[in-house]
Nanobody
């Protein structure tokens, strides 16, 4: 059974940082692309970042230069380092593997 469990969200002031983690199980983690998707209140899902099994990364334009995606295949864990956070980054962040989504972790950026 595929399981994806996110952690690391919270309330942070604008300009602050958070590091999200996604613990994966039930599949051969290191072999597959993984991604982060977020959903803000009243909006549809937005792909934020992704990383291939080989480590190639991509980012949506609004987070380039601020967010860094990484993975530790030995720990079956996906990460998202988020710096210089803005109020518009407020959303539930979920990790995604193929059709599987975690339940997400809330990130709120507010003063």
């Amino acid at each position: 059974e595929v399981q994806l469990v996110e952690s690391g969200g919270g309330l942070v002031q604008p300009g602050g940082s958070l590091r999200l983690s996604c613990a994966a199980s039930g599949f051969t983690f290191g072999s597959y692309d993984m991604s982060w998707v977020r959903q803000a209140p009243g909006k549809g899902p937005e792909g934020v970042s992704g990383i291939s099994g080989a480590g190639a990364t991509y980012y949506t334009g609004s987070v380039k230069g601020r967010f860094t995606v990484s993975r530790d295949n030995a720990k079956n864990t996906l990460y998202l380092q988020m710096n210089s956070l803005k109020p518009e980054d407020t959303a539930v962040y979920c990790c995604k593997y193929r059709i599987y989504w975690g339940r997400g972790t809330q990130v709120t950026v507010s003063s």
